[in-house]
Nanobody, 123 residues
Framework: QVQLVESGGGLVHTGGSLRLSCAAS????????LAWFRQAPGKEQEFVAG?????YYTNSVKGRFTISRDNAKNTVYLQMNSLQPEDTAVYYC???????????????????WGQGTQVTVSS
């Protein structure tokens, strides 16, 4: 079982930056694939970025967002630069099944979720 707690959301102007953090419980944190999803009002949940041995992103955030992990701190991060109003959403971190090596983008592929943190980008 993995428990996830996000932090770092907030209000930022267009072009600004935020760094989201997600602290995880569990002794085998390094074995879990991790991802960030987001959900804007009235829209479906959207994959944003994932990390296993490598990283992968949805096209709309490539070059602006960076996912990383610190296994010693049991934490995954999402550095978000050049934020745009369309990035406004609740952001969730998610953990996949331990030792999975697939580059997964579907919410159903991730059994463990945090509670979400709001990111609002004003124009």
């Amino acid at each position: 079982q993995v428990q996830l707690v996000e932090s770092g959301g907030g209000l930022v102007h267009t072009g600004g930056s935020l760094r989201l953090s997600c602290a995880a419980s569990g002794r085998t944190f390094s074995s879990y694939p991790l991802a960030w999803f987001r959900q804007a009002p009235g829209k479906e949940q959207e994959f944003v970025a994932g990390i296993i041995t490598g990283t992968y992103y949805t096209n709309s955030v490539k070059g602006r967002f960076t996912i990383s992990r610190d296994n010693a701190k049991n934490t995954v991060y999402l550095q978000m630069n050049s934020l745009q109003p369309e990035d406004t959403a609740v952001y969730y971190c998610a953990a996949g099944r331990a030792y999975s090596t697939a580059y997964l983008r579907g919410p159903s592929d991730y059994p463990y979720w945090g509670q979400g943190t709001q990111v609002t980008v004003s124009s």
